[in-house]
């Protein structure tokens, strides 16, 4: 505790030093210390594990010049540090450690957003959320929007430079394909933007994450054109309504849709009114009228029997608040960033590239099945279309052709008990493991924004890590680890599951 205080002062002072205010710093001796660490908190299971350790301050930067100050003064003073933009990291990496002394960084005032006069580009800070991007650009305009994520209170730090997948994948790539400028602090705590990085720094952050790289403070995003009107709509089916041929026959020509179309499969289990079954939702938009769809859907995938009462018109901007479930509600919702559910959770992730067969199919419902009190929702999300002509290496993000979809195994549960926690846990991995043979191998690939501290070997040992990197990444890790050396050879930005750096020889 004695050292934990003389770093903190130290910090504080060289703070104050550079910013002349102290005003945005909270110690654990402050009175709003767990008010503002618990402000964004997603997932409560990391606060109440006995394992978990809280940062020593809270620095709320309001300016660029005091994230610098931040990231130059912590150096100093021997203090990791966490940047934390919505929340949502799926570790809790953002706002927890595993033991080393460290502040978080929280960018929430860092959340301003311009949009040029001819809607074409946007400069949108790290600290605002998807909801409030969403909002700026297209509450007064019908025909622009941005390719990104349906969960509204998720920061776009993460985000962005994670991949950003959502509805729009199909149509114009990740958030990180739009993204053609950004403003990151270095470990040196120098501000730079696209030039001044550099273009293999500007290469990693789009899908390679920034945790391991620096702070970006702002993104430079290309704003894409949709039409006025678009329709949405969800069909629900069941196994006795041949769920498992639909999903089935989904796997293969899902990534073939025209891109205008986006249906993703979210199957969990439930009741048909007398047995314990698996419940399927095809929740879907276009990118155009209804009666467009229908034609397109009579084409395509006709088996689904989609009808005209089925479908909804609306704008762009109401099929975020209809994917978000907030149908009905104000599009001032998009504002509210406060965390959406008083609970704990965990997500793993899988990418196929090969239909997992019918008989495939009923095995996985079968295990679902056979579970107890084991909520799980699997989701599986369509590529193809503009994700098959983006070259894998073009930017980190790798997942391009030869990709059928991803799924996200996704647990929520609302009990506080660490017994209760483990055994969900405990599931979730066994689950991972029977799913082995039918996703991807050789690599295993996993989406960086869905994080699973279960994956590597050797944890937060980076050396093993980079062996294990290489060993199943190859071309873009070692891009990576390279761009890691040049940029922070130092490792000053790391955590339990950044990127080591690989030695550059001068």
């Known amino acids: 505790?004695?050292?934990?205080?003389?770093?903190?002062?130290?910090?504080?002072?060289?703070?104050?030093?550079?910013?002349?205010?102290?005003?945005?710093?909270?110690?654990?001796?402050?009175?709003?210390?767990?008010?503002?660490?618990?402000?964004?908190?997603?997932?409560?299971?990391?606060?109440?594990?006995?394992?978990?350790?809280?940062?020593?301050?809270?620095?709320?930067?309001?300016?660029?010049?005091?994230?610098?100050?931040?990231?130059?003064?912590?150096?100093?003073?021997?203090?990791?540090?966490?940047?934390r933009s919505g929340g949502h990291d799926y570790e809790a990496m953002s706002y927890v450690s595993s033991g080393e002394l460290f502040i978080i960084l929280d960018l929430v005032k860092l959340s301003s957003i311009k949009v040029d006069k001819d809607f074409a580009f946007a400069w949108v800070e790290t600290g605002a959320t998807l909801g409030e991007l969403y909002y700026a650009i297209a509450k007064n305009n019908r025909t622009v929007a941005f390719p990104a994520g349906v969960c509204l209170t998720v920061g776009v730090g993460g985000h962005f430079t994670g991949g950003g997948i959502g509805t729009?994948?199909?149509m114009y790539g990740t958030s990180a394909d739009n993204m053609v400028d950004a403003l990151l602090v270095n470990s040196d705590g120098k501000l730079l933007d696209r030039k001044a990085m550099g273009e293999d720094l500007f290469w990693a952050i789009r899908g390679g994450g920034a945790a391991s790289f620096g702070v970006v403070v702002?993104?430079?995003?290309?704003?894409?054109?949709v039409p006025a009107t678009v329709t949405a709509f969800n069909i629900n089916r069941n196994l006795r309504q041949n769920a498992t041929e639909l999903v089935e026959r989904w796997q293969t020509i899902a990534p073939k849709f025209d891109e205008k179309l986006f249906i993703r499969v979210?199957?969990?289990?439930?009741?048909?009114?007398?047995?314990?079954?698996?419940?399927?939702?095809?929740?879907?938009?276009?990118?155009?009228?209804?009666?467009e769809l229908l034609s397109v859907m009579k084409k395509s995938f006709p088996e689904l029997g989609l009808k005209a009462e089925d479908c909804t018109e609306m704008s762009w901007l109401e099929s975020v608040l209809?994917?978000?479930?907030?149908?009905?509600?104000?599009?001032?919702?998009?504002?509210?960033?406060?965390?959406?559910?008083?609970?704990?959770?965990?997500?793993?992730?899988?990418?196929?590239?090969?239909?997992?067969?019918?008989?495939?199919?009923?095995?996985?419902?079968?295990?679902?099945?056979?579970?107890?009190?084991?909520?799980?929702?699997?989701?599986?999300?369509?590529?193809?279309?503009?994700?098959?002509?983006?070259?894998?290496?073009?930017?980190?993000?790798p997942?391009?052709?030869?990709?059928?979809?991803?799924?996200?195994y996704f647990m929520r549960w609302f009990e506080t008990d660490s017994v209760v926690s483990e055994r969900h846990l405990g599931w979730m991995r066994k689950m991972y493991e029977f799913m082995k043979p039918y996703v991807s191998?050789?690599?295993?690939?996993?989406?960086?924004?869905?994080?699973?501290?279960?994956?590597?070997?050797?944890?937060?040992?980076?050396?093993?890590?980079?062996v294990w990197g290489a060993k199943y990444f190859k071309g873009n890790f070692k891009r990576l680890a390279y761009v890691k050396g040049k940029v922070d050879s130092v490792n000053f930005f790391r955590n339990e599951q950044s990127i080591p750096p690989l030695s550059i020889k001068h």
Not at 65 to 71: G, M, Y
Not at 218 to 225: A, N, R
Not at 399 to 408: A, C, M, P, S, V
Not at 441 to 463: F, T, V
Request: hydrophobic share 35%.
């Open 399 to 408: 997942h391009r052709k030869g990709n059928l979809y991803n799924i996200q």
């Open 1 to 83: 505790m004695i050292l934990s205080a003389s770093i903190n002062q130290s910090f504080i002072q060289c703070f104050i030093s550079k910013t002349n205010s102290s005003q945005n710093i909270y110690t654990t001796n402050n009175i709003s210390y767990n008010t503002v660490l618990q402000s964004s908190v997603q997932n409560l299971r990391f606060l109440t594990s006995p394992t978990t350790t809280k940062p020593t301050a809270i620095v709320t930067a309001a300016t660029h010049s005091e994230v610098q100050a931040t990231v130059t003064c912590s150096r100093l003073a021997g203090l990791r540090v966490r940047v």
């Open 322 to 397: 209809f994917f978000s479930g907030n149908s009905g509600k104000s599009v001032d919702v998009l504002l509210d960033r406060r965390p959406e559910f008083n609970s704990s959770f965990k997500a793993k992730s899988d990418f196929v590239k090969k239909a997992i067969s019918k008989e495939g199919l009923e095995k996985i419902w079968e295990f679902l099945l056979e579970a107890k009190d084991e909520p799980l929702t699997m989701i599986m999300e369509p590529l193809g279309g503009r994700m098959d002509e983006i070259s894998e290496s073009a930017i980190a993000f």
């Open 441 to 466: 191998s050789q690599p295993r690939a996993a989406y960086y924004n869905y994080k699973d501290i279960d994956l590597g070997e050797g944890q937060g040992r980076y050396s093993a890590d980079l």
């Open 266 to 291: 979210i199957a969990q289990t439930g009741d048909d009114g007398s047995n314990k079954t698996i419940q399927v939702l095809f929740n879907s938009f276009y990118l155009g009228r209804r009666d």
């Open 168 to 170: 729009l994948t199909r």
């Open 218 to 225: 702002s993104f430079k995003i290309k704003l894409v054109s």
